[in-house]
């Protein structure tokens, strides 16, 4: 049967005041200058940055600012998690409606594939009581070195796990796109609305999205 696979920051869950405003903060604390989120996206759109600490090290890199990987992890955990998730995480908003959920639940395996950090996936899920809709959840730590994407390992490993043969794979970068064609999946781009929304569909129409969804709450229909 086929599957439908998510990414989870942008699609799932929106991270424009976790993730995004977190990546801000710690280059302005460690860079002392600011950088706006257009900038930011700029970067997401060049590829090869699904980790967001090393996306916030190498901006911090281009400008001048040699600051060691554990440092800026250190700092944006600190922002992002705060002491006991009371953190910038406490911002995030679950965006797929359950109704919809329970509704492609009856109908296909789902899975998800994402670069955050398994306690912080099962965080997210607890919190908006969604843990139970995904069969197969492949996080941070279960990717091999060198393997996260845009590699295809993640989805391939979800595939497996699922025991599907291919799926939907939906997801709002270039390199969920990019992870998705060389899995052999069809790939779907999420844009949701923003200034940068135009810039962001050529991207993922480039790197092969099949179909763009500017609401994931109308998934249903791209999956045809």
Request: aromatic content about 10%; hydrophobic content about 40%.
């Amino acid at each position: 049967m086929k599957a439908v696979l998510f990414d989870m920051d942008g699609v799932l869950v929106d991270v424009s005041l976790s993730y995004r405003l977190t990546i801000k903060k710690v280059v302005e604390r460690l860079g002392s200058y600011e950088i706006s989120f257009s900038q930011i996206q700029e970067y997401k759109n060049k590829g090869g940055f699904n980790n967001d600490w090393d996306l916030t090290r190498a901006i911090l890199w281009d400008r001048g600012k040699r600051v060691s990987r554990e440092e800026v992890v250190e700092i944006f955990q600190e922002i992002y998690l705060g002491k006991n998730f009371d953190g910038l995480i406490r911002n995030e908003k679950w965006l797929l409606d359950s109704k919809y959920l329970e509704k492609l639940k009856r109908k296909y395996p789902l899975g998800m594939v994402t670069g955050r950090p398994q306690r912080e996936v099962s965080y997210v899920l607890k919190r908006f009581d969604k843990q139970n809709y995904f069969s197969a959840v492949v996080a941070m730590e279960d990717f091999p070195p060198h393997k996260s994407k845009p590699h295809p390992w993640g989805i391939r490993k979800a595939l497996e796990i699922l025991d599907s043969e291919s799926c939907w794979y939906l997801g709002d970068t270039r390199d969920d796109m990019e992870a998705a064609w060389r899995a052999g999946v069809v790939p779907i781009g999420v844009v949701s609305c923003g200034p940068e929304s135009e810039e962001l569909e050529g991207v993922l129409r480039r790197y092969g999205a099949a179909r763009i969804l500017k609401n994931i709450n109308n998934i249903e229909e791209v999956l045809e």
